[in-house]
């Protein structure tokens, strides 16, 4: 008995051995404009989310104006960034669960943002907008599960190939330094 466990063990390390997983192999040009395409469609969202900390909340009409800039922003650059990832594909056999659930969060995200942007706009300047518009994206809010993007950076990061690619993307390092450069 405990030598077929043995035996069926070292068959499954030879199977497995025997075929590459693409961390084997180099980054394509495809796989690295899928790590951009991913950073990239985060990265004006936080931009505008740091410039809408930076409001005097004493001046409503400013914080207006920085909250729909982080509306727009978001709902464009997510659009964007799905489209482009849609084109790309998976970067991989191994990262296509990563890639759905990417996909998922991308789409749901950027029409939260875009049905956001009318409620956010009809609001008035006034003490109360941060909480008004709050109120706003989440009644809009179709993301189903935003752990998904948490878990997208958690499986990159995994991957020594794709947690090198993300130290070496400009919107990725940009993202991580927390938008600044």
């Not at 799905?82 to 998976?90: A, N, V, Y």
């Not at 008035?124 to 518009?133: C, D, H, K, Y």
Request: hydrophobic share 40%; proline share 6%.
């Amino acid at each position: 008995m405990r030598s077929r466990l043995i035996a069926a063990l070292l068959t499954t390390i030879a199977l497995t051995s025997a075929c590459a997983s693409d961390e084997d192999k180099p980054l394509t040009e495809a796989q690295g404009q899928w790590v951009d395409a991913f950073c990239g469609g985060l990265l004006p969202g936080m931009k505008a989310a740091l410039e809408l900390k930076a409001q005097d909340p004493a001046n409503p009409a400013a914080v207006k104006t920085a909250y729909l800039k982080l509306v727009t922003a978001n709902a464009t650059a997510l659009t964007d960034a799905e489209k482009k990832l849609k084109e790309l594909g998976p970067p991989s056999d191994e990262l296509e669960d990563v890639h759905e659930r990417l996909m998922k969060y991308m789409g749901e995200s950027a029409r939260s943002y875009a049905a956001a942007e009318a409620p956010v706009n009809a609001l008035e300047p006034n003490g109360q907008f941060w909480e008004s518009a709050e109120k706003a994206l989440a009644d809009t809010s179709q993301v189903s599960s935003p752990e998904q993007l948490r878990a997208t950076f958690d499986a990159l990061e995994k991957s020594p190939k794709y947690a090198g690619a993300m130290g070496k993307s400009v919107p990725c390092t940009q993202l991580k330094a927390g938008g600044q450069q």
